[in-house]
Structure formats: structure tokens, C-alpha cells
């Protein structure tokens, strides 16, 4: 599991690769925690490379995008996988994030 | 819709009712027409009769007032005949007869020619009144010649009374007058003068006039040439002129061939003036021959009994269509009410049918219920006794345990039903999270105490069995405990009786469990079995109904039940039916599974042997060469339950474990977890909202939102204090 964060043109991009799955899910919670303390910034997560994703990490994002919407930002889910997407659906996600 | 309905009812109401009345008034019409007809028939009959006796009455006054005339002429005769020597002392006779009859208007003494050859050829001494005087006088032969005068000769030649035809006084022409003439005779016994007397007619008149059958009517003297000689007052006549009268009784040509038959002949007339209808009757009675007597009367006054009676029919006539009126709508009125309560009838008909048809389709309907399961038989079936009943019983299947349910509300049709209803949707509502039947009694209790003004009560059966262990746990309030059948042995379920439902919110339902044999028949009933009544009151019983079951060890859930619906029947038979029958047969029967694959794994309580847990998990998948799709999709389940098993079975810092055994065949995959932490039943957890916004999605409760999707079968159980999660796929 990979989380990597870069700025560019005044966004945030986010590329997770690899499984998110609940031993990954502290790690992957500490890696998305400065995006909690932006303003006003897009912040596209590339999800091309993401393979699975448990409920652990659904509720990291879920987090993310709370404080997101307090703070201005805008968050972009990019890329998901059918599965994925079908988490997605099954928990009612597909209706809160952005999906690319 | 209801209200243009009734309008138009009213509408063909009224005009029912106008038809009616109107009928009734042409029959009372009709009636009334009938009835005046013989009634003028009658009255007319009578008047005929009447007028006749009249007409005869009155000849006969007529013919004493003559022969009184005649009797004081007679004293006179012998006076005249005696001074016949002696020409002009019959001067003074004339004037003594005046004087002694105040009725004469005068008299003269009509000499033969010649009979006084010294007094000229003809001779003829008067005396008339003239106002209060006498005049006595020898009339002026020259000029007026007696004898020319047509009863002159007849009276003389013939030795006979004669009264003449009425003729207009000279002096006064307002006065008829009608003269008597008197034959006198000389001592050898010839006719050698006539006496004659005037006589003013209306003293006639005022005889024939004193009384009339009505008040209009009059009486008229005719001559024998029809000539008027006296009638009534002219102050008196309303209606025609007399002499009109008298004109067309003249120009009668009945007149000629009746008038002296002795009977009246009758005219009628109509007033030219005033339109008046009347009849003329006339008659020439001997008595008075040649005179006529006439009667004139006004139907006026003769029909007017018949027109007051017409008058008074009319009125009584409306009053009887009034009340007539008020009859018809007073029975309108009840018959509305009347058709209107049968419509109010039907409607509630029509309501019950479609509330029965509610209650029957809250019940299960299709069997067999779960065409893809092979380790259960279930029939069930309830017959209300009346419309709607307040017995029920459902089943269903939720996280590989079956939750069903018998129950028999006191009371009967609506009320039970409604408690009823009430009582099915809390059953579902509340096991749709909970699966201690305790739990969803006292459940279930709580909400039916809650306002139960009408202090019903609920008698309920809720069993929910394990389907992969046979473990059943059960809880009875009030009801009868179902009968269990084991091979040959039927007895019933050991149950304590608890409390019946909605009687004491705070009571502690009791939960038993015991483990259901593969091949066991679970059977449900309600009191409609064991106390359905036969026509002498005597009840089935539940020995018959245990004898009844004993025969019925191989049958199917489906034909125990129909077997004993019929044995009841036959039983009832003519009987009204008392109660509800409701009847549910469940038969276990678990399918022993043998698996190709079987493999474990035992982790810490620690999510970070996550990792260790996906690997096995694949390693699984991949041996049954599952697709990466559903490969992931059941790795996601397995680590969404163990992740919950990890953070939730075991309190903080203590140490635990989690088994997980992975089974499979051609047909499913298995996973059972166990642990030995504090109870925990995932499947209790209520689902997650999916359709909740940002703000109010909880972070937690995805895990086992997830599962679900995610497998086919989520079945939890608490045995020998292990939480034992499964979870399944077919692949």
C-alpha cells in the first residue's frame, strides 16, 4: 500500500496504489492527515492503481471529506476500479464523493 | 359520486311519488264524477216528484180561490135574477157586488141583444173601483160590442161558467186581468145574461206564489192559449224575463202533444242574459182546465246540495292527496333510509372483504416458501371464522435462522383484527434486528401495553431456529405449546406458559431453547383447533388432535396440515365455526454438507494480522481457482467480520483470539468464525443508511452493510459462550 501526495497548480493530488485494507488503514490515515489542514484547495485522489479498498479505509475518506467540506476544500475520487466502484454503490458513497 | 347517486335516487323517488298522488287524484276524480252523476240523477228524480206534488198543490189553490169566486158569485145570481123586471136596478147590484168582494176589480151584467128591447139592442151595467171609489156606470155598448167577444155566445149557448183569456186592464195597463163570466137565468130558465167579474190576476199570482221549492223559483198561470195571466212579483224574478218564459214555452212544440197528459213536461232553458240553466216544468191540470201551471227552478239551487257536496269532496279530496303525500314520503323517506343502510351494509361488506383480503395477504401465501432450500418444509394456513379474525402466524428467514410465529388475539373480527395487524408488524419490525425471541416478545408486549385502553390481549408463540445448528430458542406467551413429532411420539413443546402479551408491559418473557432433531415436525396451532366445536358443543380436543398427528409422521408439512383442517371440518361440520383455525407445520430437515476443501487459520485480536488473514483468504480463492472479482469481494467480506470481531468481540487490551475455517465444495464456500469474547451478534447490528447526506453518515456500521452485499448468508450463533459467525458464497 502506497499513499503518495503532491501539489500541483494549487491542487493536491493524492495516488494510492496497492490494497487499503485495515492493517494498511493507520498508515493510510497518518499519510492523509495534512490534507486535513488545507483551505480552499481541489484535492483529486488517483485511484487507477488502488486494488481494494475495506471498510477501514472507506471510512478514512469519508473523514477526509467531512473536514474537506468544512474547510472549502473540494474532493475528486479518480479512476476506480468496477469493484471498487461497487463498494462504492453498496455503501451509498457513490452519492457523497465526487467520482471521476 | 355518493351524493349524485343519491340525488338521483330522490329524483326517480319523486317522480314515483307524483305519479302516485297523481293517480290517486284521478281516481278520487273519477269517483267523484261516478258519484255527482248519480247524485244529479237522484236530485233530479226528486225534483220531478216534488214539482209535480207542487204543481198539483198549487192547481189546487188555484181551483179553491176560483170556486171561492165562484161561491160568492153565486149569492149574487139570485139578487141579479130576481131585479131582471127592473133593468136599472141591476145598476145597483153591480155596485153591491164590488162593494161586498174587496178581490173584484169590477163587474158588469152582459145582457142577450135584445133582451131590454126599451134599453136598445144591447145592454150592459158596470161598476169598477177607481182608486177608493165606485164607479157605476152603463158601458158604452157603442163602442165596445160584447157580443162579439168570442165566449160570449159559447158561455151563453152552452149554459156554462167561463173564465176568459187574461187581457191588459184599459185603464191600466200594468194590470192583467181576467174576467169570470156567470150564465144568469130568467124564471123559465134561459140564458139571458152573463155576470162577469174582473178579477186582477196578480191575486192569482200572489197564490201561486206564496212559497216556491227554492228560492228563484216561480210559479206562472198560463191560459189555455198560453197567454201569461199571472206570475210571480216581477220584484221577485232573478233571473229571466217572464215573458220570456212564457215565449218559449209557447214556442215548445212538446207543448201541444204533453201538456195534457196529466204529467209535467219538462224544458230546459239557459238565461240569455246570465247564462243561468234551469227547467221549466208545465202542466194543465183538470182541476183548472184550460189553464196552465207552470214551475220554473234554477239547477243553481236545485244542483246546489250537489255543489256544496262537490265543493266538500274537493276539499276532502286534497286533504286525502296531502295526506296521501305525506304518506308516500314518509315511506320514501324509510325507504331511502332503508336502501340507504343496505347500502351502508354492502359498503361495510365490501370493507370487510378488502380488510380480510389485507390480512390475508399480511400472512405468507406462496408455498413452498423457500423453493431454494432443501433443509425446510413449512405450510401454514388460517381459516377466519368470521370476515376478518385475530389469529395470525408468519415465518420468515432472516440471517440462516428461521423466526416464526403463531398468536390468537382475544376478541373477534375487527378489534382482534386490528390488534392483530398491529401485533404481525411489530413480530417483523422488531426480528428484523433481533433474534432472541425474548427480546421481541417483551418487545412486541411493551408497544401492545402502550394505550391498550380496550384491554386486549395477545396469546403468541415466537420460535427462532438456528438453521445451521437446529438450535431453536423459543418463547411462549399464553399460547398453546406446538406439538413436536419425533417419529412416532407427539407431545407437545415443554413451554412455560408466560403471560399472554398486553397485559403487564414490565413482564420478564422467559426464553427455552432446545436442539430440533433433523426430521422434526414443529406444529403450531391456535384454540380454533383443539376447541372447534360440533353441533352438540363438544370440543375437538387435543387427544383427537394428537391421535390425528400420530398417523402422520411421513406426511409433508403441507398434507399434515391439510389432514387436520379436514378432520376439523368433518368434525365442525354443519356447526358455525367459533374461532379462527390457523395451522403451521415446519419439518427440519438439515442436509449433512461435505466439503473438498477445509482449511483454518487462528489470528490475534489485532488487525494488523490483517495481512496474514487476506493472504489465507486468497490462498483459498485461489485454490478454487474463484475469479479475481469474486475473489476480492469474498476477501473483503471475511476481513470486514473479523475486523468487527476484533474491535468489538473483545474489550480493550484483552488479549483473544479469532478461528477462522474456510469449507468448500462445487457449490459454496464457507466461512465460520469463532472467538470466545463477549457475546456479539453482528447480524443484530441495524443496517446502515445509505441514503443519509454527508453530514449525518456515521462512520461506523459499513463492515457489516458490506457483508451482507458482499455473501449470500450472514448466520450468527452463541454457543458454549463462542460467538460463531458464518458466512457463505455459492461459487
Known amino acids: 500500500m502506497n499513499t503518495t501526495i503532491i501539489e500541483k497548480d494549487g491542487k493536491y493530488i493524492v495516488t494510492l496504489e496497492g490494497e487499503l485494507d485495515t492493517a494498511h488503514a493507520l498508515e493510510f490515515e497518518e499519510a492523509m492527515k495534512p490534507l486535513h489542514d488545507v483551505t480552499e484547495k481541489e484535492i483529486i485522489i488517483e485511484c487507477t492503481e488502488l486494488e481494494y479498498i475495506a471498510s477501514s479505509g472507506l471510512r478514512i475518506l469519508l473523514g477526509l471529506l467531512k473536514s474537506a467540506k468544512a474547510r472549502g476544500n473540494k474532493v475528486v475520487l479518480k479512476n476506480l476500479n468496477d469493484e471498487i466502484k461497487d463498494v462504492f454503490k453498496m455503501t451509498g458513497f457513490i452519492d457523497l464523493f465526487v467520482i471521476e | ?731
Open chain 2, 1 to 731: 359520486m355518493k351524493k349524485t347517486q343519491k340525488t338521483h335516487w330522490t329524483a326517480v323517488g319523486a317522480k314515483t311519488s307524483v305519479a302516485i298522488l297523481v293517480t290517486a287524484a284521478l281516481l278520487m276524480l273519477a269517483l267523484s264524477a261516478v258519484q255527482s252523476y248519480y247524485a244529479r240523477k237522484e236530485i233530479r228524480a226528486n225534483l220531478e216528484r216534488n214539482t209535480e206534488l207542487d204543481l198539483v198543490i198549487k192547481a189546487q189553490k188555484i181551483k179553491y180561490s176560483l170556486d171561492a169566486v165562484e161561491a160568492a158569485l153565486q149569492n149574487h145570481i139570485d139578487d141579479i135574477e130576481q131585479s131582471l123586471p127592473y133593468p136599472d136596478s141591476l145598476f145597483s147590484v153591480t155596485r153591491r157586488i164590488v162593494e161586498q168582494n174587496p178581490d173584484f176589480d169590477g163587474c158588469c151584467i152582459a145582457m142577450i141583444p135584445d133582451y131590454y128591447p126599451e134599453k136598445g139592442r144591447l145592454f150592459q151595467p158596470c161598476s169598477y173601483r177607481d182608486g177608493d171609489t165606485i164607479d157605476t156606470y152603463l158601458y158604452d155598448v157603442e163602442k165596445y160590442d160584447y157580443t162579439q167577444i168570442a165566449y160570449f155566445y159559447f158561455a151563453v149557448n152552452n149554459d156554462t161558467a167561463y173564465w176568459s183569456e187574461p187581457y191588459l186592464d184599459p185603464d191600466d195597463s200594468s194590470t192583467t186581468l181576467v174576467t169570470y163570466n156567470f150564465p144568469v137565468h130568467d124564471p123559465s130558465g134561459r140564458v139571458v145574461a152573463l155576470l162577469g167579474v174582473d178579477l186582477d190576476a196578480a191575486w192569482l199570482g200572489d197564490i201561486l206564489n206564496s212559497h216556491g221549492l227554492f228560492p228563484s223559483s216561480y210559479n206562472l198561470l198560463l191560459s189555455g192559449k198560453g197567454r201569461l195571466i199571472c206570475g210571480p212579483n216581477p220584484a221577485e224574478v232573478k233571473h229571466q224575463d217572464v215573458k220570456d218564459m212564457v215565449a218559449m214555452i209557447n214556442d215548445s212544440t212538446l207543448k201541444r202533444s204533453l201538456s195534457h197528459t196529466g204529467k209535467s213536461t219538462i224544458l230546459a232553458f239557459i238565461d240569455k242574459e246570465d247564462g243561468e240553466q234551469g227547467h221549466v216544468f208545465y202542466n194543465s191540470p183538470k182541476l183548472i182546465a184550460p189553464w196552465q201551471i207552470v214551475t220554473v227552478n234554477y239547477d243553481e239551487e236545485v244542483f246546489a246540495p250537489l255543489i256544496q257536496t262537490r265543493r266538500r269532496n274537493i276539499v276532502l279530496t286534497l286533504i286525502g292527496l296531502l295526506i296521501l303525500a305525506f304518506i308516500i314520503h314518509r315511506s320514501a323517506q324509510s325507504i331511502y333510509r332503508l336502501r340507504d343502510a343496505n347500502a351502508e351494509k354492502q359498503r361495510m361488506d365490501n370493507e370487510m372483504m378488502i380488510a380480510k383480503n389485507i390480512q390475508m395477504n399480511m400472512l405468507p401465501e406462496t408455498y413452498p416458501p423457500f423453493p431454494d432450500r432443501n433443509d425446510l418444509d413449512i405450510y401454514g394456513s388460517l381459516v377466519p371464522a368470521k370476515m376478518v379474525g385475530g389469529d395470525l402466524y408468519d415465518f420468515f428467514i432472516r440471517d440462516e435462522k428461521l423466526y416464526f410465529c403463531i398468536g390468537d388475539v382475544s376478541g373477534k373480527s375487527v378489534p382482534a383484527a386490528l390488534v392483530m395487524a398491529v401485533t404481525h408488524s411489530l413480530f417483523l419490525s422488531i426480528s428484523s434486528h433481533e433474534s432472541h425471541p425474548a427480546r421481541i416478545m417483551q418487545g412486541i408486549n411493551e408497544s401492545l401495553c402502550r394505550g391498550n385502553e380496550s384491554n386486549m390481549f395477545v396469546t403468541f408463540f415466537i420460535g427462532v431456529l438456528d438453521l445451521p445448528t437446529g438450535l431453536m430458542r423459543y418463547c411462549n406467551a399464553g399460547h398453546n405449546p406446538p406439538l413436536i413429532i419425533k417419529g412416532d411420539l407427539v407431545e407437545p413443546l415443554p413451554a412455560k406458559a408466560n403471560l399472554s402479551m398486553g397485559v403487564i408491559d414490565e413482564y420478564d418473557y422467559m426464553m427455552q431453547q432446545i436442539y430440533v432433531e433433523p426430521e422434526t415436525m414443529i406444529v403450531l396451532y391456535t384454540d380454533g383447533l383443539t376447541e372447534a366445536k360440533n353441533l352438540d358443543h363438544k370440543q375437538f380436543g387435543l387427544e383427537k388432535t394428537l391421535k390425528v398427528l400420530k398417523g402422520c409422521h411421513d406426511a409433508t408439512a403441507t398434507q399434515l396440515v391439510q389432514t387436520l383442517t379436514k378432520k376439523v371440518d368433518a368434525y365442525v361440520g354443519e356447526a358455525e365455526p367459533s374461532d379462527d383455525l390457523t395451522l403451521l407445520a415446519i419439518r427440519y430437515t438439515p442436509k449433512e454438507e461435505s466439503w473438498t476443501l477445509s482449511r483454518s487459520i487462528t489470528l490475534d485480536n489485532d488487525v494488523s494480522q490483517v495481512t496474514e488473514l487476506n493472504q489465507f483468504v486468497q490462498s483459498v480463492t485461489e485454490e478454487l481457482q474463484l475469479e479475481k472479482a469474486l475473489s476480492r469481494r469474498i476477501k473483503l467480506a471475511v476481513e470486514e467480520v473479523v475486523v468487527n470481531i476484533m474491535n468489538y468481540a473483545y474489550v480493550a487490551d484483552v488479549k483473544g483470539q479469532v478461528k477462522v475455517e474456510a469449507m468448500a465444495n462445487d457449490e459454496r464456500l464457507r466461512f465460520i468464525l469463532t472467538d470466545s469474547g463477549r457475546a456479539f451478534d453482528p447480524t443484530a447490528v441495524s443496517r446502515a443508511d445509505t441514503t443519509l447526506t454527508l453530514e449525518d453518515r456515521p462512520i461506523g456500521g459499513l463492515g457489516i452493510l458490506l457483508v451482507r452485499n458482499l455473501m449470500d448468508s450472514i448466520n450468527y450463533e452463541r454457543i458454549d459462550g463462542q460467538n460463531i459467525l458464518r458466512i457463505e458464497k455459492k461459487i
